[in-house]
């Protein structure tokens, strides 16, 4: 049986040949069992990490979505599973599309932020690969249904911290959820700077 990491030690060297030097970052997240329901966990036997997505149009505002199971008033940047086997590359062009119809243009690697998921005794390993993605279009949406995508909001950069904030007042279910969520968004805030 093939054993699949979030982070391959090969595809970081062809990240960085492909874009150059960026930030690889860990962080520990202790959850509880509510994290590994589904819709609130990235964490699947199919996937092994994620892309996190900052699609930003040519008028600066970037793109946020919801899912319809989610609590009133959450939103995030969106993301997409990584496979087993999929290279990062390939799953950032496949989840792009499939989150938002659009095709992958200009882009750029953020950086990487690997997590230790803690649930009782287990470390469960995951890993965000962060994008910026050029948006030629404004007109999106989602290709996959299953994505359970209820609607997009466009907003400036500047907001991002206070959308990021909005997340920690959701159920207490959802709150490890939202930690993992935040985490990606913080990581964003850190080291995505407008050219």
Known sequence: MTTYHPIEPDELETLRRLYGPFPV??????????FFVQGRTPIGTMRRAEVLLVLQAPDRRILLHTKRFYPPGVLRLPTGGIRNGESVEDALRREVKEE???????????GVLLYDILFGEKHVPFAS????????????APEDAEEEISAFRWVLPEELPRITEALRHVPP???????FRRLGHEFVIRHWKEE
């Open 25 to 34: 970052e860990s962080v520990t997240l202790p959850v509880s069992e509510a």
């Open 129 to 140: 690969y962060v994008y910026w993605v050029r948006a030629h279009s404004k007109d999106v």
């Open 100 to 110: 938002t119809g659009l095709n992958v243009g200009e882009h750029r690697l953020l």
């Open 173 to 179: 279910a959802w709150q490890d959820w939202s930690r």
